[in-house]
């Protein structure tokens, strides 16, 4: 008999396996709090933008509060590491141990050299292999430099226009033969081998079956969600459609997860058997854009009735809500939805707008206030500005001032 869950049971569920169930404790976090984010979201997906903070630091803020982001540079960039970079989500920092079940399944070939003029390909692909022999990690623009490639590139027309050296670069990187030793100022990747970049340097010359790979893929994300549709678990780590299916139905007939039925939730859903369903959800956190709370906006709408679109790529002018939204979570409800900015010249943190949800609890607005100026202190930021913008501005200012 298929288990029946109510809508609130599954919102539960869910925001305990992400680790946004309960309140946080006040005071700085410590390095084995950080760790135990990252082992529990099994990644945290790479941003460029950097309007509020880099989205990797983010998440674990969301989790844990006020913490020294060093910790998780650390984490990335000193041997052993305890995370690396490569294609899960999008590009994010992994558990190296996860990195020989997502090698099986990289399929972006769009970011790679498969298109460019073979016999250059084949000239550069040994020199740059030779150079980070070296052990020493280094840029795209330093590997350049070192071999002496030059060429011109167009300046004009969409997209990053790479050299032929950061194409190789990133073929050999999807195909997980060099990874980043860490990250420049400017947060470029720093490139080394592989195998001198994991931890355990076995971990470069492991590898997994597809199907096996999957299995292992579809139960971490899984139970890093939770309860979830196919859909969800595939969308996860990117893994395609038919097949993550397939690992689902193996992992049912383990007993790794079992098939539940939410109300309002109108498709298959699999519930985990690490899933824990919490008394009641007491948490409160901004979610950035990339963190895998939101990642399948579907879900999101599903379980919480919050539809969620991001609008960096859309024209100013036709911006709903505003360039870089974060949704508030107010113990089990999306209560609002903020666009924020840190104005690191002046200090300030600025909500260009913000919204309320219907049906937003009452204390949203001065729960709100309260986590923002959590994150604007943890982001040495000395003042909070609300901007008129939006249905809960004049709320959301009351409350800033009032506190």
């Keep these: 008999m298929i288990t029946r869950l109510s809508l609130s049971q599954a919102r539960r569920i869910a925001l305990n ?5 309960r309140s946080r404790i006040e005071g700085p976090a410590s390095s084995a709090a950080v760790s135990r984010v990252t082992q529990r979201l099994q990644l945290l997906q790479i941003d460029s933008v ?20 060093a910790v998780l540079d650390r984490l990335s960039s000193r041997h052993p590491r305890r995370l690396m970079e490569y294609w899960a989500h999008e590009a994010s920092f992994i558990d190296p141990a996860l990195f020989p079940y997502l090698r099986p399944w990289q399929r972006r070939i769009w970011m790679g050299a498969s298109g460019m003029d073979q016999e250059l390909r084949s000239h550069l692909e ?3 292999l030779t150079l980070l022999e070296s052990g020493l990690p280094l840029t795209a623009t330093q590997i350049q430099r070192r071999l002496g490639h030059e060429e011109v590139r167009p300046t004009s027309g969409w997209g990053w226009n790479w050299s032929a050296v950061k194409r190789v670069l990133e073929d050999l990187f999807g195909r997980g033969e060099i990874t980043a030793a860490g990250r420049s100022l400017q947060f470029e990747r720093q490139y080394g081998l592989t195998s001198s970049v994991v931890p355990h340097p076995a971990l470069a010359d492991t ?18 969600l939770g ?34 039925e939410v109300d309002r939730w109108n498709k298959p859903v699999f519930l985990s058997s690490s899933a824990v369903l919490p008394r009641r959800a007491n948490g409160r956190a901004l979610l950035s854009p990339f963190d895998s709370m939101v990642f399948e906006r579907s879900r999101l709408q599903a379980l919480f009735g919050f539809h969620y679109r991001l609008e960096i790529y859309t024209p100013a002018g036709k911006r709903r809500y505003g360039y870089y939204v974060l949704p508030f979570l107010l113990r089990e409800t999306m209560a609002a939805r903020v666009d924020l900015k840190a104005d690191r010249t002046s200090r300030r943190l600025l909500v260009r707008s913000s919204h309320a949800e219907p049906g937003a609890p009452a204390d949203t607005a001065v729960e709100l206030s309260r986590e923002l100026k959590l994150m604007a202190a943890w982001l040495g930021l000395g003042e909070l500005v609300v901007e008129e913008s939006g249905n809960f501005a004049a709320a959301l200012r009351s409350a800033v001032d009032t506190a």
């Design 50 to 69: 950097n309007v509020l903070s880099r989205s990797h630091y983010l998440p674990v803020f969301s989790r844990v509060g006020t913490y020294d982001t």
């Design 227 to 260: 309860i979830a549709s196919a859909r969800c678990v595939a969308d996860y780590f990117r893994t395609p459609m038919r097949e993550t299916i397939g690992a689902i139905r193996s992992l049912e007939a383990r007993g790794v997860v079992r098939p539940v």
């Design 126 to 128: 040994p020199k740059i």
């Design 17 to 21: 396996a992400q680790g946004l169930a």
């Design 207 to 224: 590898h997994a079956s597809a199907e096996y790979a999957l299995e292992v893929l579809a139960e971490r994300a899984v139970a890093a």
